[in-house]
């Protein structure tokens, strides 16, 4: 009774929680936050500084009291006191906002494919503890699926591969339930990583992780095919210790990230053999979706594509297709409760 009243008031949140950034979706509103998933603390007094973009702008350039600090490490909550700290600021910020006159909402989350009982439960306090009335937990690539509209509620299988910052998760999705997956804590924050140890071993420049991640976003590519583009970039010459400004073209983005790329396709055709059959013809004929910030490397589905042998397509929207497949579950909890993740402590 009072649940339902609550429910009706109540403004209901579905959270992407990511290693890059963190993206809030309300119910009946759509998305009112995305915003890096930074931290800046002031150590003194454990106030808080800036979160979100600001922190971000910070990093690098704060004074010795001033600590700016990521909670994800490739895609799992590392720190959990600093989580619960950018939740709680982003809950008040909706309520703020909205109005709402009971300001203990629901929440949906993600969480990872192999997330540990430890791990899921740090997700979940830190949820309640950020002001949360009632948290559900959902898988990201699940979420993904949902939010790019796949019939994962049928019997026919569903290949999404979530490719974000910190994790690639490969998941085959049947019957309202993952039949199939691999979770890598590889992502393009790894991708960007590459790119630095390359210029630095072949150039001797070392170039700051901005820098590389802008040159993956505006001239990176996967497949050999791909126009080939070229940029500047500035860094630290090694030998003189002085800045430096280099050309580096796709060619050499694409050399740095290969052997990783090679990872992830790798896992991409295990997971395929490892689905039933009659799964493995339905995506055939379907074609393999992908999602997230690191779908969008240029070339990128092209070859996957070519590697498997099957079409490859990137979803609409990809940064977001996890937050808003949360809020259609948001929208009809009580419909979906089959598709969040139980605790272990639970099934006994
Ligand atoms: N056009 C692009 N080409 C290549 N990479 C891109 C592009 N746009 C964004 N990215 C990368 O996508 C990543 C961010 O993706 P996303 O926001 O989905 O990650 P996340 O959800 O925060 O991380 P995770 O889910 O792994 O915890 C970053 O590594 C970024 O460099
Ligand atoms: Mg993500």
């Known amino acids: 009774m009072f649940e339902r009243i609550f429910g009706h008031f109540s403004t209901d949140l579905g959270i992407d929680i990511g290693t890059a950034s ?35 702008q910070m990093i690098g350039k704060t004074p010795a009291h001033i600590i700016t600090s990521r909670p994800l490490l490739d895609g799992v ?13 982003f809950i008040d910020k909706v309520h703020r906002e909205t109005f709402s006159i009971f300001p203990r909402p629901r929440v949906v989350i993600n969480v990872p494919l192999d997330v540990t009982e430890v791990e899921r439960k740090a ?29 994962i509620q049928d019997s026919t299988g569903n290949m ?20 199939a997956w691999k979770s890598l804590r590889l992502g393009g924050d790894e991708l960007s990583k590459n790119i630095i140890n390359y210029v630095r071993d072949q150039f001797n420049v070392l170039l700051g992780e901005k820098t590389a991640e802008e040159a993956k976003i505006t001239i ?41 790329l090679g990872i992830i396709i790798d896992n991409i055709k295990l ?31 092209k070859k996957i594509s070519q590697e498997i042998s099957i079409p490859v397509t990137v979803v609409d929207d990809p940064l977001t297709a996890v937050v808003r ?12 409760k089959d598709l969040f993740v139980v605790s272990q402590g639970d099934l006994i």
Do not use: C, W
């Open 123 to 151: 997700v979940e306090d830190a949820v309640m503890n950020a002001g949360a009335r009632e948290v559900f937990l959902i898988e990201e690539p699940m979420a993904a699926a949902i939010g790019a509209r796949l019939p």
């Open 271 to 301: 997971v395929i053999e490892s689905t039933p059959p009659e799964l493995v013809a339905d995506i055939y004929e379907k074609g393999v979706y992908l999602s997230g910030g690191t779908s969008q490397l240029r070339g990128l589905a």
């Open 325 to 336: 497949g949360t809020g259609i579950v948001l929208e009809n909890i009580e419909a979906s």
């Open 22 to 56: 963190t993206i809030v979706y309300v119910k009946e509103k759509g998305i009112v936050i995305q915003e890096p998933s930074v931290v800046a603390i002031n150590s003194r007094n454990d106030q808080i500084i800036a979160v979100g973009e600001e922190a971000k």
């Open 77 to 89: 909550v590392s720190d959990f006191e600093v989580a619960e700290k950018m939740l709680k600021h």
């Open 160 to 179: 999404i591969i979530e490719m974000g910052a910190g994790t690639t998760e490969i998941a085959v999705i049947a019957l309202g339930g993952v039949v």
């Open 220 to 260: 990176g590519s996967a497949h050999e095919k791909d126009a080939m583009m070229e940029t500047k970039v500035r860094g630290r010459d090694l030998l003189s210790g002085l800045p430096k400004a280099i050309n580096i073209n796709s060619n050499h983005l694409r050399e740095a990230m290969s052997r990783n």
